[in-house]
């Protein structure tokens, strides 16, 4: 429709009449405009634009409001499509689904299979299972599929009687032994003449000459002898020489005076031990009186070492040692030294000494070592490292805790049971050790270990005394990867025995991507390939008289498996009579035609 020019409607089209909403107007309508167009003008101006900026602005408010209110909204959304009370679900039913071989692994549907063994799910009542208790000591139990057994790099180690030695290592300082040192000194008063051991540090000879003194005072006693051998008086003769020996004169000397007939003014003193100058008293031309040191002399064939053992680890030294060993000469107990001036060579000792007292700030108690010194390499000031060995008889706390007779009798002869320090796990409460109950299946057993031990190799082990006995097979590498998986990763847990039985799919990368081992490339068909090592582990949990007929019947009925392949066999009563089954799943088919199955089991029983 169009407008003429006196403002009435036209139906012809006039194009030059057309408004045009871009011409100038600001809040005026174009002066060309008449009528009509005028109003027209003004209703698409004051209504038509403001509308398309509320629209705008309305869209904006609503994606705010939808932002600010998304929690309140998924609610009321979850409210308005929650299916009706009594409306079935998958949470609410009755049944689940898991897998017979690893029961562990419960799913809520069957359209998965199991994450280790990859075999279809069987279906059971909820509440059905009967969790199977945890014998007294084992804290958990893991079952790892063969991949993840090779991925830890678990390696296992039967449990048995080690010879073992309680190893104490200290460090001390080397000493003169005060056994050995002796002090040379003036027995009478006199004048230095000439010094033959005029150097610190002299090594000297028994016998050897150290000094010559000259002393008038001996000079008169030496006359007294001379002249009682001159009248012959026997008696005055011995009298003099005992008084001569008493001052330090040997017989040599004074033989040699008795030989010359006169009497000889310089006496000579003598080393009294072969060993070394540690100290010099006096220089030549000195005069000494009665009594004064002329030398200090050490024996340095064998040293003392000196060191501080900690309070703690002075119940596993022998309490002989606490006022010194009874027999000085007695062997000891055998320490090995090594110094850092003679690298690589050890030299032997014994303890010697244990301090009756500990020192209150270092809480150190010292300890005296007694070693021969060959050569004179040990040298006193130099430090040294010293290890004792402690054999298990000498170890109360193992003689105390040791029960059994065996055992005893394993100690007394230097054996102690136990296990390596790669297989403890300690949590700081319990110390944990991995035992295998079956191939793929391990137990944490809670043990109680004694003190920290080595065998001749060197290799740490703790003696067990309680928790594992003679035979048991432990995990010795790798435990902790397996602790640390069961306890630290539950995104792993549906590939372990006792996990928490979880209804949702495990997508981890760590179940979805992984290589296979030769077991889980043949778990798919109808008989995995198990080892006969397995089934013989499985088998061995049965007791005596369900053992001999589980060999007898020898396959399960229902799926042609071997029994054992698929874990403990499955007992099973029809009309009075037992037969075996290889897992949970074959009851129901079993129960089905009762007569087909027992025909099956006499057919087996039969075949050879």
């Not at 070394?276 to 004064?292: D, N, R």
Request: proline share 7%; net charge negative; charged share 20%.
């Amino acid at each position: 429709m169009s407008i003429n020019d006196d403002g009435h409607p036209s139906n012809g089209p006039t194009t030059d009449r057309i408004p045009h909403f871009n011409d100038e107007g600001g809040l005026h309508a174009p002066p060309d405009l008449h009528g009509w167009a005028k109003a027209w003008w003004w209703f698409h101006f004051l209504i038509l634009v403001n509308l398309a900026r509320l629209r705008f602005i309305a869209i904006l408010a609503v994606i705010g409001i939808v932002i600010m209110r998304w929690d309140t909204l998924a609610a009321y959304y979850d409210k308005w499509t929650r299916p009706a009370g009594n409306a079935p679900s998958a949470a609410d039913s009755d049944v689940e689904y898991f897998c017979p071989m690893h029961p562990s692994i419960v799913r809520d549907n069957n359209k998965e299979v199991c994450p280790i063994c990859f075999m279809p799910l069987t279906k059971r009542k909820k509440g059905s299972a009967n969790a199977e208790p945890l014998p007294a000591g084992v804290v958990n139990r893991v079952q790892l599929s063969p991949y993840r057994v090779v991925l830890a790099g678990v390696q296992t180690w039967p449990v048995d009687y080690l010879s073992l030695t309680k190893q104490l290592k200290t460090v001390g300082s080397i000493e003169f032994n005060e056994r050995s040192q002796k002090t040379v000194a003036a027995r009478f008063p006199g004048r230095i003449d000439k010094l033959f051991a005029n150097e610190t540090g002299q090594m000297v000879q028994a016998g050897d000459d150290l000094a010559m003194i000259y002393s008038p005072d001996l000079l008169v006693t030496v006359r007294n002898l001379l002249d009682a051998k001159r009248r012959g008086n026997a008696d005055l003769l011995e009298s003099s020489r005992s008084r001569l020996k008493l001052l330090g004169i040997d017989d040599q000397q004074i033989d040699a005076d008795l030989s010359a007939g006169k009497a000889d003014a310089d006496i000579r003193v003598r080393a009294p031990l072969s060993g070394h100058v540690i100290t010099k008293y006096v220089q030549e031309g000195q005069y000494v009186q009665e009594g004064a040191p002329l030398f200090d002399l050490a024996d340095l064939s064998s040293v003392w070492i000196e060191s501080q053992i900690y309070e703690d680890d002075l119940p596993f030294l022998p309490s002989v040692y606490e006022h010194g060993p009874k027999d000085p000469d007695s062997p000891g107990l055998a320490v090995i030294a090594t110094t850092r001036s003679v690298p690589g060579e050890q030299f032997e000792g014994k303890l010697a000494f244990v301090y009756p007292h500990v020192d209150q700030d270092s809480r150190t108690a010292t300890v005296r070592f007694e070693l021969d010194n060959p050569d004179h390499k040990l040298r006193p000031g130099a430090t040294a490292e010293v290890t004792l060995r402690i054999a298990p008889q000498d170890v109360a706390l193992l003689a105390n805790s040791a029960t059994d007779p065996e055992q005893k009798q394993m100690i007394a002869a230097g054996k102690v049971l136990a296990v390596p320090e790669s297989a403890v796990i300690d949590t700081g409460n319990q110390k944990i050790v991995y035992r295998q109950q079956s191939p793929g299946v391990f137990e944490g057993v809670d043990v109680t270990l004694g003190p920290r031990m080595v065998d001749p190799q060197g290799v740490v082990f703790y003696p067990l005394l309680k928790g594992l006995k003679v035979g048991d097979r432990i995990v010795t590498s790798g435990s902790f990867l397996v602790d640390a998986e069961t306890r630290l990763n539950p995104a792993a847990g549906s590939i372990y025995f006792g996990n928490s039985g979880s209804t949702q799919s495990n997508a981890s990368s760590d179940v979805n991507v992984r290589p296979s081992t030769p077991q889980e490339l043949a778990a798919n068909s109808p008989t995995p390939e198990v080892s006969e090592a397995e089934i013989q582990a499985n088998l061995a949990k049965l007791p005596p008289e369900s053992l001999a007929q589980v060999q007898r019947q020898r396959l399960c009925p229902i799926t042609g498996n071997k029994l054992g392949a698929m874990g403990q066999p499955i007992q099973l009563t029809i009309d009075n009579q037992t037969l075996w089954l290889c897992c949970e799943g074959c009851k129901e088919e079993a129960l089905k035609d009762s007569k087909a199955t027992l025909a099956k089991v006499a057919e087996l029983k039969q075949a050879k």
